[in-house]
T-cell receptor, first 113, second 115 residues
Framework: DVKVTQSSRYLVKRTGEKVFLECVQD?????MFWYRQDPGLGLRLIYF???????EKGDIPEGYSVSREKKERFSLILESASTNQTSMYLC????????????FGPGTRLTVT | AQTVTQSQPEMSVQEAETVTLSCTYD???????LFWYKQPPSRQMILVIR??????QNATENRFSVNFQKAAKSFSLKISDSQLGDTAMYFC????????????FGKGTHLIIQP
C-alpha cells in the first residue's frame, strides 16, 4: 500500500516563527502536493512539484514556500507564521499521469497563536 | 480554470438506504479524471472511486458507483446499502490528464448515516 506520512499530527507555533512541515511518500511517485483545508472552503492547492527540485505555485502560494531535494520528500515552509495560516495541511502524492488519483497523508493541524 | 461544485453541504440517511451525492464541474478540457474522496472523522483522505473522462462506462467499486454525464458535466456518487462507517465528508475532485496540476476539489458534502 502507498504510504504518505507527515511529520506531525498537531503543531502549535507562535506568530512570526518559521515553520517546517515535512511529507514523505514511499511509492516513488513523481508528483507531490501541499493543500490546506479549511471549513467551508474545502481543499485548496498551495504548491506542487512534479520532479526533484521542481516546484509550481498552486492557487494560494502567498506566505508559503516549498522544498523538494529528494524524490520522496516534500517540505512546506511558512517563513513567518501568521494567525491566518492556522489550518489543516494535507500532503499528497501521485504518479505522473494522475489517473490513479492522489494518495494523502494524515494531515497536520497547525495552530498559530 | 476548473471549478467543482457540490450543492449539498450535508445529507442524512438511515442505515441500509441508498444515497446519491451530487457534483458538477466546469472545464474546457476534453481529457480529465474525476474522483470521489472520503474523509472520515479521523481525517485521513481516502480515494473512493475514479472515472476517466474518455470512458463512457460508469465506474463501480462494491457499494459505490458513479453516474458520469460528460455532456452535462455531472458526476454523482451513489452509495448503496449505506453503513454507519460511511459517515464522513465526501469530496468530488477533478484533474486534467497529466495530473501534475493538482486536484480541484468541491467544498464537500457531510454525509451522516443514522442507525
Amino acid at each position: 500500500d502507498v504510504k504518505v506520512t507527515q511529520s506531525s499530527r498537531y503543531l502549535v507555533k507562535r506568530t512570526g516563527e518559521k515553520v517546517f512541515l515535512e511529507c514523505v511518500q514511499d511509492m516513488d511517485h513523481e508528483n507531490m502536493f501541499w493543500y490546506r483545508q479549511d471549513p467551508g472552503l474545502g481543499l485548496r492547492l498551495i504548491y506542487f512539484s512534479y520532479d526533484v527540485k521542481m516546484k509550481e505555485k498552486g492557487d494560494i502560494p502567498e506566505g508559503y514556500s516549498v522544498s523538494r531535494e529528494k524524490k520522496e520528500r516534500f517540505s512546506l515552509i511558512l517563513e513567518s507564521a501568521s494567525t491566518n495560516q492556522t489550518s489543516m495541511y494535507l500532503c499528497a502524492s501521485s504518479w505522473t499521469s494522475g489517473r490513479s488519483g492522489q494518495y494523502f497523508g494524515p494531515g497536520t493541524r497547525l495552530t498559530v497563536t | 480554470a476548473q471549478t467543482v461544485t457540490q450543492s449539498q453541504p450535508e445529507m442524512s440517511v438511515q442505515e441500509a438506504e441508498t444515497v446519491t451525492l451530487s457534483c458538477t464541474y466546469d472545464t474546457s478540457e476534453n481529457n480529465y479524471y474525476l474522483f470521489w474522496y472520503k474523509q472520515p472523522p479521523s481525517r485521513q483522505m481516502i480515494l473512493v472511486i475514479r472515472q476517466e473522462a474518455y470512458k463512457q462506462q460508469n465506474a463501480t467499486e462494491n457499494r459505490f458507483s458513479v453516474n458520469f454525464q460528460k455532456a452535462a458535466k455531472s458526476f454523482s456518487l451513489k452509495i448503496s446499502d449505506s453503513q454507519l462507517g460511511d459517515t464522513a465528508m465526501y469530496f468530488c475532485a477533478f484533474t486534467v490528464w497529466g495530473g501534475a496540476d493538482g486536484l480541484t476539489f468541491g467544498k464537500g458534502t457531510h454525509l451522516i448515516i443514522q442507525p
